[in-house]
């Protein structure tokens, strides 16, 4: 993620005479989210630091895996004025209730606070402020580990949080007929991502099995099937010389209550219920 940004984030402190400081193990466990959407969050925590810090102040990117949590946290602090007590208030009021439909935007410091509290609360984090008037502050985000329970509890708690308890989610289980090397599963995967919802959770199980969780009035087994064939009808029209299997669907529905989202590890991917064959 940081290496996405880091190029542009050095010319921008070099411009302002600000010191760089990084703070990345390498050891880092591997995390879920969209890494083009992650560096932009970063990126523009950087940008919002830089224009709170002097010249000669130091701006420093920290990321640590957070004690006893399936989470990792990528935090950017600056030197410098920090915010009006006041003002931080209502900047970690809103991070706390972008959860709500009646969430409101951050106003009065950009765009950039914005933007990034959307795409991390879209990646099932949570951005924070810790700020000391006079002296700086520390605007900090959450990404789940890249592994299944972190990911499917972190969704849906989202879930309940933001459409109630008793909203339903649809669980559609997706796997190829055959075996796929890395490079075509690779291919599968981004053609699932481009056909479900923003808003859905696309996980790769193996190389040809995936798990889609999204709620049911936005995502339906039918629609899928069908979005899917048209999909690799293109695709394969493009790559000839090895195309795409269609894959086979087992789909099952489960209910999001507070418990389930609390109790994720017995979240049960479910047997079939629904079956859409190949062609072949």
């Known amino acids: 993620i940081l290496e996405r940004v880091l190029p542009v984030i050095q010319k921008k402190i070099q411009v ?7 703070e990345c193990p390498e050891t880092l466990p591997s995390v879920y989210c969209d890494p083009e959407k992650a560096a932009r969050v970063l990126f523009n925590l950087v940008v919002n630091g830089i224009k709170r810090t002097d010249a000669g102040g130091e701006i420093t990117i920290r990321a640590r895996r957070q004690d006893n949590s399936h989470f990792v946290e990528i935090g950017v602090t600056n030197t410098g004025k920090g915010f009006r007590q006041e003002d931080a208030d209502r900047i970690a009021e809103r991070f706390q209730s972008v959860s709500s439909k009646r969430a409101g935007r951050i106003t009065g410091f950009g765009l950039g606070l914005n933007i990034a509290n959307e795409l991390v609360d879209r990646f099932c984090g949570q951005m924070c402020l810790l ?32 459409y109630g308890a008793s909203c339903r989610v649809a669980c559609i289980s997706v796997s190829s007929m055959r075996s796929l090397p890395e490079g075509e599963s690779g291919q ?60 086979s669907f087992k789909v099952d529905e489960v209910l999001v209550d507070t418990a389930a989202a609390v109790a994720v590890k017995a979240f049960p991917l479910a047997e079939t219920s629904e079956h859409f064959p190949s062609d072949a």
């Open 188 to 247: 599968l995967h981004a053609l699932i991502e481009s056909i479900v919802p923003a808003e859905a959770v696309v996980w790769r199980a193996s190389l040809e099995h995936w798990d889609i969780l999204g709620r049911s009035e936005d995502i339906q087994a039918a629609e899928l099937d069908k979005r899917l064939r048209a999909a690799l009808a293109a695709s394969n029209e493009i790559h000839t010389t090895r195309p795409l299997t269609y894959p």
């Open 16 to 22: 302002r005479n600000i010191q760089l400081n990084l």
């Open 131 to 162: 700020n000391v008037p006079g002296e700086g502050c520390t605007f900090s985000f959450t990404i789940p580990l890249a592994e299944r329970e972190p990911v499917c509890h972190s969704y849906l708690k989202r879930v309940a949080r933001l």
